[in-house]
């Protein structure tokens, strides 16, 4: 057994602490082979050393997101202690932009910022992940912010017109006006990021178009960002299709979730094939985002593990 004793210097205990110790105790109950004691402003840990240095790292973390922000909160903890490398600060220079309501949009965990630093560096990027990892989210906080800085003229964002067990063709109105509703998640994430009178002026322009995958064939997508959400839901073929459109002066995320295939059960995904077989080609990035991911209500996380249990038993 090692003992380690951290001195909390220039903090207010009970904003670093939480009531009652509850912070300390989050970390305790991640680690329960290792004993973790707050005694006024030290912490004593002891356990054995490899574990000693992960919660270390944990409380370095810590100390530095309270020194920026001036508390710590449970949540807080968790996501910390769930990072793969809790030395990273998550919250370091990982704003994109600023929302409609001031408030800072930015890269939540280390996978996404991976996602992040993937689309900096290439033009082509793949993010599978399950529902709730942000996947989404930060492509289209990306694609907002290379609009705003004028690296590109246009966003598209599109996805195939294959239904979640519901039927499109009984729905009112032509393909783009079934598939409208979703794409919803992405309308409120383009809500969260611009103006509503400016974001009406921007798609009734064109400037931001959304649209059915049907919709890009023949086309050739320059100076655009261009997202492919639910791409999980292609054929070889579409995907096939749709990574060749790819123009001059653009960037392309493909965004999929694996367990969530509604293709029928003959059909291989696209997505699939499309990593298998690109998985070499320089240019050409693919991040993995899993449970430990989700910004969601952190019983999603659990939902997320338990099926994945499931399906690998």
């Given amino acids: 057994m090692v003992e380690k004793i951290i001195t909390l210097e220039n903090i207010s205990l009970v904003d670093f602490l939480g009531v009652d110790n509850s912070n300390i105790k989050e970390v305790a109950s991640a680690f329960p082979k290792t004993r973790i004691v707050s005694r006024g402003n030290e912490i004593r840990i002891k356990g054995s050393g490899t574990e000693i240095i992960k919660i270390n790292d944990i409380l370095n973390s810590l100390v530095s997101h309270y020194h920026k922000y001036g508390k710590i909160t449970n949540d807080n903890v968790r996501l910390y202690i769930e ?10 220079e990982n704003v994109l932009i600023f929302g409609t309501k001031g ?74 006006e079934k598939i409208d ?7 409120d994430a383009l809500h969260d990021m611009i103006p509503g009178e400016k974001l009406k002026y921007l798609m009734e322009n064109g400037v931001i178009e959304i649209a059915p995958l049907a919709y890009m064939r023949g086309r050739t997508l320059s100076n655009a960002f261009i997202l492919l959400d639910e791409a999980q839901n292609t054929t070889p073929m579409q995907i096939k299709m749709f990574l060749t459109r790819l123009g001059p002066n653009s960037k392309l995320i493909i965004n999929g979730d694996h367990t969530q295939i509604d293709l ?5 995904s ?12 320089e240019g ?24 994945a249990k499931k399906e690998n038993s």
């Fill in 284 to 307: 050409i990035s693919m991040i993995t985002l899993d449970e430990k991911d989700v910004v969601r209500h952190r019983v999603v996380k659990d939902i997320i593990k338990a099926y």
């Fill in 103 to 176: 408030s800072a949009i930015r890269a939540k965990t280390v996978n996404q910022i991976r996602l992040v630093e993937a689309v900096n560096k290439n033009d082509v990027v793949f993010a599978l992940g399950p529902a709730g990892t942000g996947k989404t989210y930060v492509s289209v906080a990306l694609a907002v912010k290379a609009l705003k800085n004028k690296e590109i003229r246009k966003i598209i964002i599109t996805r195939p017109a294959v239904e979640a067990g519901e039927n499109l063709g009984f729905l009112p109105g032509d393909l783009k």
């Fill in 264 to 268: 029928p059960h003959n059909q291989k």
């Fill in 83 to 92: 990072q793969e490398d809790p030395v990273v600060d998550v919250d370091k």
């Fill in 181 to 187: 509703p979703y794409l919803r998640p992405i309308y």
């Fill in 270 to 281: 696209g997505i699939k094939d499309a990593m298998a077989t690109l998985k070499d080609v």
